[in-house]
């Protein structure tokens, strides 16, 4: 693990895996989850030369709590973990609810950005249509939080009261039948109750931020992004529907929409030399 100082005086954790001077490449995880997410890449991503950078987000694993910041925030951070590792330019690539923070980095940094995108991404919540062919479980879940916000926070925090073990299997059964066989392998298992445990090592203050932060009105526009935004969707995938995916390619100007036929939402774990291949050409 890494610290680095922000402006402000903030702590932030990050983990660099990959290639040690590759072609630097920065990992937004998901909601709730944590620079450890990023371990089980490791391998993919120094096979095509690439550095993954994963950043704790504030109040994730040891970066240091910042509740009063909103998701705009986020690209300063971003830029100060670049000015310490001494990068120019660098891709940004995210996964699932990372999707409003690489938004974020693509509309306020994109003179920082060499390419950027997001696997299995997770858009606006409330925009039409979207949740069709979600899990109908997380649907409920999703639609009873876009009318009370509190709602969504109650469940967020279940992730920290629960063991991460049982969390996890508690996810898996959501998943498709060839997304639940990837995670339940026993080293992408045991990566992912790792992840889960680091995540909520400070509690679930930030994951419940960040989840009502969805649910808000977002504080910029996809229809303003002007840069290449690539975007991975698989088939099968039932906690970020192709419906999702079919409205951000259809929203953001110059999306860049690579449809995985036959797989779920989780099909980076065992395809990300591809998914690096698409982003950096």
Not at 14 to 38: C, K, M, N, T
Not at 73 to 93: N, R
């Amino acid at each position: 693990m890494r610290t680095i100082r922000t402006p402000d005086g903030r702590s932030i954790a990050l983990e660099l895996y990959g290639q040690p001077d590759g072609v630097p490449v920065f990992w937004f995880h998901g909601i709730p989850s944590s620079r450890l997410g990023a371990c089980v890449l490791d391998r993919q991503a120094a096979s095509r030369g690439v550095q993954l950078i994963a950043p704790d987000r504030p109040g994730y694993g040891y970066s240091d709590p910042a509740p009063d910041r909103c998701v705009t925030d986020w690209p300063h951070d971003v830029c100060a973990i670049a000015t310490e590792l001494g990068l120019g330019k660098f891709s940004v690539l995210g996964v699932s609810g990372g999707f409003q923070y690489v938004a974020a980095a693509a509309h306020a940094i994109p003179d920082r950005i060499h390419r950027v995108g997001v696997v299995s991404a997770m858009g606006p919540l409330g925009a039409p249509g979207v949740l069709t062919g979600i899990d109908p479980r997380m649907r409920v879940v999703y639609e009873l939080g876009l009318r009370h916000h509190r709602a969504a926070r109650v469940w967020l925090s279940s992730f920290g009261r629960s063991d991460p073990a049982r969390v996890a299997k508690r996810q898996m059964r959501l998943l498709h039948e060839c997304d639940q066989e990837l995670l339940g392998r026993p080293e992408q298992q045991q990566a992912r109750i790792e992840d889960l445990s680091e995540s909520a090592r400070q509690g679930m203050r930030a994951a419940q931020d960040e989840g009502q932060r969805y649910l808000e009105e977002w504080p910029f526009q996809l229809e303003c992004l002007d840069i290449p935004f690539h975007l991975w969707q698989g088939e099968f995938d039932k906690s970020h529907p192709p419906a999702m995916g079919r409205y951000l390619e259809a929203t953001i100007p110059r999306s860049v929409m690579h449809w995985r036929p036959g797989v779920g939402g989780l099909f980076y774990l065992d395809d990300f030399g591809s998914v690096l291949d698409d982003l950096l050409g």
